[in-house]
């Protein structure tokens, strides 16, 4: 009764009506949904649409399918339901500031439709969408703070972009569709998708779409992997020129591109199974000593389940690892059931344990886990892909060296920008990759936020300095850089220092 009373006072029967149309569509049969949801798009949002539902039934019923179809393999319902956003929020928005009136009621209604089953959480984000729908500037300002939103020019004319993120159909949590819808969310005008390989063309097709419904400028890169020394590194190949979005999916049609691709393909599957063997050895081996350690009887990690869990995306480490922790802590959670009932009758010295017990288990993350378990010390005996080997096995792409990768990226399209990936390169090898590349790669990845945050950004003033040099075209300067870089090596522990002074030093008086 208290509850009820306090929804009264704080909250007018308007939220209580848009919380009502939001869960009946979270609700829904979905053949009911499907049936609707053919006739929507042939509805202008000023017409009949308005007379039938409610502004808000409309918006949240798109936002509502786009999230349900997130890995429901639905291209054609997601990019139905993105134009039907579009229409719905950005074309209907009120007041001076419709850009941003749309991407605050577009965020609140995610994070409404992810509250489902909280109803006072929903209750307090049905009433923030009321209040920025009225498109008022300072509402709509705050609800952008609130919301951790940067406000975007309504001109939109922004400098925003970002040049290396990925869908589910590789290792993210997004369908291409909602990857874009996102990006406008967050007021990014140029987005680089990549992919890891090579990428199909229903892949592209829904990616080029969805970013021509909001207006976003798309490049799709795919990384490959070129040997280099004892390693591989990484390169982010974006074929460019093309007239429009059917241009690029017709360039991926052709019988030459088509073989590249299918050799990419090859290489992906060669790593699949890698994950596969580590998911095998887990189960043998790393599993039982967690068991173990924990007291604990966590079972086998199955196979069919796991890739299930990773599909349409491409099999990683980084998969694996959240499978299992999401399969784990189920385990720890009635684990810890058990460990706080003895914690209440145990002596002084059983509670140290117990609480040393707890914050083990509280440690094994995902991170852990690769840490631990995972990675290839921890499994000496599986060949690792992303190691350099002459296996017989061996897909064929993976023997390339960088001159090699690059000769065949050059005869597929005659428009392209390469890109190097500076994860674990230092500027002595970016010297040498550029040198050997005879000036194919055209950029460097000077800031990746998954190497900051890992601490791994320590090597970039050098590459910059590098880089600037370049840039600049002063022969003096370059010749100073490289004069540094030669020094660094000498008093490097370099195995092979002797080979790369030799090489160095040519490229010093080339």
């Given amino acids: 009764m208290k509850e009820q009373n306090a929804s009264r006072f704080f909250f007018d029967n308007r939220d209580h009506e848009l919380l009502r149309i939001v869960n009946e569509v979270l609700g829904r049969d979905q053949a009911e949904e499907h049936a609707k949801q053919r006739f929507y798009p042939h509805f202008h949002p000023n017409g009949i649409t308005e007379m039938a539902e409610s502004k808000g039934l409309r918006i949240a019923y798109a936002v509502a399918h786009l999230l349900a179809s997130l890995r429901g393999g639905r291209v054609n319902e997601r990019l139905m339901s993105l134009r039907s956003l579009k229409e719905e929020i950005l074309d209907t928005a009120e007041g001076p500031m419709p850009n941003n009136t749309a991407r605050v009621l577009l965020e609140i209604m995610k994070e409404l439709v992810r509250a489902y089953g909280d109803h006072d959480r929903q209750l307090e984000l049905a009433r923030d969408f009321r209040s920025a729908a009225s498109g008022k500037p300072r509402v709509v300002r705050r609800m952008l703070r609130r919301y951790h939103?940067?406000?975007?020019?309504?001109?939109?004319?922004?400098?925003?972009?970002?040049?290396?993120v990925h869908d589910a159909n590789t290792k993210g949590r997004k369908s291409a569709t909602h990857l874009?819808?996102?990006?406008?969310?967050?007021?990014?005008?140029?987005?680089?998708?990549?992919?890891?390989?090579?990428?199909?063309?229903?892949?592209?097709?829904?990616?080029?779409e969805a970013a021509g419904i909001l207006g976003i400028d798309l490049r799709i890169g795919i990384e490959f992997?070129?040997?280099?020394?004892?390693?591989?590194?990484?390169?982010?190949?974006?074929?460019?020129?093309?007239?429009?979005?059917?241009?690029?999916?017709?360039?991926?049609?052709?019988?030459?591109?088509?073989?590249?691709m299918a050799d990419g393909r090859r290489v992906s599957e060669f790593k699949r199974d890698y994950v596969l063997d580590i998911l095998e050895r887990f189960n043998t081996t790393h599993r039982r000593a967690i068991n173990r350690d924990l007291g604990i009887d966590f079972p086998p990690v199955d196979r069919d389940e796991f890739l299930d869990f990773v599909n349409p995306g491409q099999a990683s480490i980084l998969h694996l690892a959240k499978f299992i922790h999401q399969g784990l802590l189920k385990t720890l959670t009635e684990k810890l059931a058990a460990l706080q009932k003895d914690y209440e009758t145990a002596d002084p010295d059983k509670r140290q344990d117990i609480e040393r017990l707890v914050e083990e288990m509280n440690a094994l993350d995902s991170d852990a886990l690769i840490k631990r378990f995972l990675c290839p010390a921890s499994n000496p005996d599986v060949p690792c892909p992303d190691i350099p080997s002459d296996r017989t096995d061996l897909p064929e792409m993976l023997r390339l060296s960088l001159r090699e990768l690059l000769q065949r990226l050059t005869h597929l399209h005659s428009g392209y920008r390469i890109t190097l990936n500076l994860s674990n390169l230092k500027s002595e090898d970016v010297l040498e990759l550029i040198y050997d590349g005879e000036g194919l790669i055209t950029r460097l990845e000077i800031y990746n936020l998954k190497d900051h945050a890992e601490g791994k950004a320590e090597h970039l003033p050098h590459i910059n300095e590098l880089q600037q040099a370049i840039n600049e075209g002063s022969a003096i300067r370059l010749k100073g850089v490289i004069r540094d870089i030669i020094e660094r090596v000498k008093a490097s522990p370099y195995p092979d220092r002797d080979d790369r002074l030799e090489k160095l030093c040519g490229i010093l008086h080339d």
């Avoid at 406000?151 to 040049?163: K, L, S, V």
């Avoid at 406008?184 to 080029?208: M, P, Q």
């Fill in 180 to 208: 874009i819808m996102d990006a406008w969310i967050k007021g990014i005008r140029r987005l680089r998708v990549i992919y890891y390989n090579y990428i199909e063309s229903r892949f592209a097709a829904e990616l080029t």
């Fill in 225 to 260: 992997a070129a040997r280099f020394r004892d390693r591989y590194t990484q390169l982010i190949w974006v074929p460019r020129g093309f007239a429009d979005a059917q241009a690029f999916l017709c360039f991926l049609a052709e019988p030459q591109v088509m073989e590249f």
């Fill in 149 to 164: 939103l940067l406000e975007m020019p309504e001109a939109w004319n922004q400098i925003t972009f970002d040049d290396h």
